[in-house]
Structures are given as C-alpha cells and as structure tokens.
C-alpha cells in the first residue's frame, strides 16, 4: 500500500492522530513569519527549529521560520511540498532513562532557493515582522568571496547573502531601529558572531553602500557568537526509514533523527536577552555572557574525537559512528584520546564527565551517524576542532601528543586513500591542498611520505600555525604514515596502543581533581 505524504491536509485528518507522533496544533499555520533561517539542511532542523517548534508550542513565541536553501540539495522543494512539516525522531538514553519521541515540525513555514528565487527571499527582507536570522554553513561558510558583489542574484557566499539581505531591509525600512534583526549564527568557529558582522561590514565598504547601513548594523543588528551541540544524523537509511513510516502511517521525505542531549549556549548581555524570548522553551538553551567555555570543551572533546574516529574509522571499513566504536582497537584509542590528552589540556572544569558522556553519546545504539558525513570539509574540520589541541598539548608536555599524532596521521592517510576511492569521503574544499601534495608524492617511498608530511605540517595557510615547530612531530607522523602504508591502518593502531597503553581512568580521574 502506497502511503500518503506527510502534509498540511494530513495532519489535519483522523489519519495519524492515534500513531503516537506529536502533531502541531493546527493555528501554528497562521502565524507570521518571524524568522529567517540560512540553510535547509538535517542539523538546523533537528536543532533551531527543534527549539523554536517548542517556543511555539509553548506559546512563547508567536511566528514561524522562512528557511533559505542554496546548495542545490533539493530540500527546499521537499520542504513546499510537506507544507514546511517534518518529522524528528528523538531516540537514546538520558539521566531519566530511555528517550523516544515522534514529533512532527511546524515551526517552519516554507523554503526558498536562493539561487532561482532571489527575489523572493530579498522580498523577505522586506517583511515588517522579521526578527532573527540564524544559519548553519559549515565551518567554511563564515567566508567572502570574490563573486559577492553587490548586485548579483544572489552573490555567492553566506556572508555575501546576508549582507544583501540586510541592506535590503535596511533600505525598506530606511533604517529603523525596530527594523533591526538579532543574528544568531551556529557555525562552529570560535567568535561566529563576530566573524560574521566583520564580514558584512566588509562587504558594506566593497560595495560602498550608504554610511546609513554600518551605522544601523552598529545600532540595531547584534551578532550572538554561539556554541550549538546536539548529533543529528539526518534521514534515516531505507530499512530504517520504510520501518518508520510504517509505523507513522505517513511517508516523510525530511524525516531525521537526533540524539536527547542538546546545548544551545548564545552570549547575550542583559538587555539583549528580553529579545531572546524562545530561549526560555527549553532547558538546552543556555543565555550567557560568554560561550568560550561552552565552546571550548564541545569543541576539542565531541567535534575533535569525531573528526580523528571518522578518519580511524573509515580507513578501518567501518560506516558509522557505533560500528567504530564497535571495533576492538578505536574504543581505546578514542579513549586515550579524551582522558589522556584532550581532557587534561582544557582550561575548563567538567570535561572528564563531559567526555564520559560522549563516550555514551557516541555509543546510542537509536543513531546511525554516518562516519562518510563528519568528514564534509573535513579539513576545515580538522584546523578548528583538532589542531588547537594538538599544540596546546604539545606545548604543555614539551614533547609530541600520540594520540593527536597518530589521529593527524591518519587524517592525511585517509584522504590520500580517498584519492582512489572518492565517494569514501565527503566534499572538502581545502583539502584539494593536501590531495595535491598526496598526487606529488611520487612512488610512496619513506623519503616521499617524509617530504609530504614536511609540506603539510608545514602549510600554514591551511593549519593557521606551523606544526613542524612541534619537536619531532614531523618525525612521528611519517612514521604512521610508513607504517599504515606498508602494514595497514590496523596494524599502525595496535602499535600505536601497545606503545602508548590506555590508562584514561586514571588520568581522568587525575584532571577532575
């Protein structure tokens, strides 16, 4: 039996009111719009909108979500025809036991393709009820380019996007005050907020627009530097998904899943907060004067050993993030990781049970979190996430950190194997870099692999330090790569833990003192 689409008509039957998914109630669909969101894709859903569907719920906030795609994905055209409406899947474990809820997502109103419908997402601007605008574009999104200009349609990056967007607002409503939007991005760079509005006056002055619109930027546009944690998957595989929606009754194109946990931390002083209104919906919202604390300890400890399990994992065969952790020989080294090199380097309090709780987090059997996914501009990932760590480490010990090390190593590994295999790994603008250095490395000698890890560890414009001033780090990492080269990646790993055995309970019981 073919089942129905889930859309506005179907909720609004008998249909599926008795299969134990939350439906919105009805009058969400005549509230205004209110928000503007940059990106369509499963985390912004599974994460903001989450929390905005509960504002609504709540009736804290009154108004929905304009969502802007730009990459072709074809989300946006999904997102019309549901009306907006897709289903979560909340599965796992919390401190009150299993978690399972079905929800269905009205907080979103429509979508938009920025690319074929710019006009329309400029029209946007110029709706009177607008108050936020959040994104989520990877860490490469917080970046200009040379095709932002002024009159493109739309100009090509993020920032370029939103400058335009906000100049258009700003000229409708001759910049007022209350016209003003708080801009709340999610990228996870340190000081997005920040990043992103010196960006936008940047482009202000390249396309030297009226003196008017830095000054109402100044004035009536706050940018909320962010940290934003919750694993959201995405859309279930197809055994899994035509299990669901059997079970649901309905088919959902936009269907995702996500873990319970959720942390969304936005820096806002005392007279911002009256405007955050939705952050009261939901305890995972935390309002505070500074998120480098809350940044810190997610990003090096979850984002850090996501980046270097799903290089281990992928060059061991494994698919997702449970099957790695599945595996004899990641599990210890996942944890070396954490309790012997990340944890005690932070300079906050808590990371031991923050990195005991990922170990969990990492091990909810509900997710199937795709390791192929994590390593989307993997490279990126690696300079924010993984190499801030690295040194760090490096500088307090006074000598190379194994683990980081070896996860490094395995890093420039996997996309050297990657060249033969593409589809092994996901897109990665800056690592055409160090595919580059892989294609002219000549027969894979020890000299070739010591004259690539030279050139990458060298390439500060990629890793924004020079890592060969590690002492002997150089050494260490062609090492690992002559070893994964000659006896595999699984072999180079029982090395690498018989040399360094795993005693994480003791020193992370040593960094909590």
Known sequence: MTLPRLNRDLIASDSVASKGVTLPDPAVFDLPETVVQFGTG?????????????????????????????????????????????????????????????????????????????????????????????????????????????????????????????????????????????????????????????????????????????????????????????????????????ALENELGYRDDLMITAEPYRLFAIESNAAMRGRLAFATADDGIVLTDDVSPFRERKVRILNGAHSLLASIGLLLGCETVLEAMQHPLITPYVRQLLFGEIVPSLDVRGGGAFAREVLLRFANSRLRHVLRDITLQHTAKIRVRVVPSLCRVAKRRGSVPPALTFGFSAYLHLVRTALGNPALVGADAEGERVREAWRSAGDGSDIALRRVADTLCGDVALWHTDLRSIPSFVDHVTEHLTRMSTNGVAAALSAHLATHPDHSMTTSARSEA
């Open 42 to 242: 499963a985390f912004l859903r599974g994460f903001v909108d989450f929390f905005l569907d509960e504002a609504i719920q709540q009736h804290v906030v009154a108004g929905r979500v304009v969502a802007i795609g730009s990459t072709g994905s074809g989300r946006d055209r999904s997102l019309e025809e549901q009306n907006g409406l897709y289903t979560i899947i909340v599965e796992g474990a919390s401190a009150n036991g299993p978690v399972r809820e079905c929800r269905v997502v009205g907080s979103l109103s429509r979508a938009l393709n920025a690319i074929s419908e710019w006009e329309q997402v400029l029209a946007v601007a110029r709706q009177p009820g607008l108050q936020f605008a959040f994104s989520n574009t990877t860490e490469v999104g917080i970046a200009v380019h040379d095709g932002d200009v002024l009159h493109a349609s739309p100009p090509l990056s993020f920032p370029g996007k939103l400058a335009r967007f906000l100049l258009e607002r700003g000229r409708a409503f001759e910049f007022a005050t209350d016209a003003g939007l708080v801009v709340i991005p999610c990228e996870l760079i340190e000081g997005n907020g920040d990043k992103l509005r010196d960006l936008v006056l940047a482009l202000a002055r390249r396309w030297k627009a009226e003196p008017a619109f830095t000054e109402w930027i100044d004035r009536a546009i706050p940018f909320c530097n962010t940290l934003v944690d919750r694993i959201v998957p995405g859309r279930p595989d197809g055994e899994r998904r035509a």
